[in-house]
């Protein structure tokens, strides 16, 4: 049984529409995590030119994913999809540590736009199945997660091709958006 059946078993009538902006570097994972979320095969994932959407029901919302592409060039155009964002997910590459500073200017950027403020955070410590993958405690610290005050935040080990973690964040986001909408 997939993610996604799991999470349509736990729905009540949906009445209220998330939008969950999945953003991240390149190879991050994220194309991964949201296929994983809709149950998709993720043997075959090809870098994101532009985005993909994706909608998951859980405990009486829509979850409207939109997984926009990491790569240098069009991170400029994320800012296009801040409009009305409920929940930002990033996703990091544990086990890639030569950019962990890299992911790090960049989550802090997207955390300092005013129409993210106050947004809540989810953290995909991804690829967590590597060998050389740091742990989340480590990116949390490396990535300045314990300093953040203006929002509610979570970091959250996970291999996305396994779909270990990935069930535990999107019951923390369930959790952290119904304080949020009316």
């Known amino acids: 049984m997939g993610l996604l059946s799991i999470l349509r078993k ?5 009445d209220k529409e998330l939008r969950l902006l999945l953003l991240g570097l390149d190879n991050a994972g994220k194309t991964t995590l949201l296929k994983k979320l809709a149950s998709e095969d993720v043997t075959h994932i090809t870098p994101t030119q532009g985005f993909n959407i ?3 029901q859980s405990e009486g919302f829509k979850l409207n994913v939109w997984d926009i592409g990491g790569q ?4 400029p155009y994320w800012r296009n999809y801040f409009e009305n964002t409920d929940v930002l997910i990033y996703v990091i590459d544990s086990a890639d540590r030569k950019r962990m500073e890299e992911t ?3 989550l802090m950027d997207l955390l300092m736009e005013v129409k993210l403020s106050g947004v809540p955070l989810l953290v995909y410590a991804n690829k967590q199945d590597l060998l050389n993958a740091a742990p989340a405690s480590e990116i949390a610290t490396s990535l300045g997660l314990l300093t953040l005050k203006d929002r509610v935040w979570q970091i959250q ?3 996305a091709t396994s779909g270990e973690g990935v069930k535990d964040g999107m019951e923390w986001v369930c959790k952290n958006v119904k304080t949020k909408k009316k």
Not at 10 to 14: E, F, K, T, V
Not at 72 to 75: G, M, S, V
């Open 10 to 14: 736990l729905r009540s009538s949906p």
């Open 72 to 75: 240098r060039k069009i991170r």
């Open 54 to 56: 994706k909608s998951v």
């Open 104 to 106: 790090s200017v960049e």
């Open 157 to 159: 080990a996970c291999s």
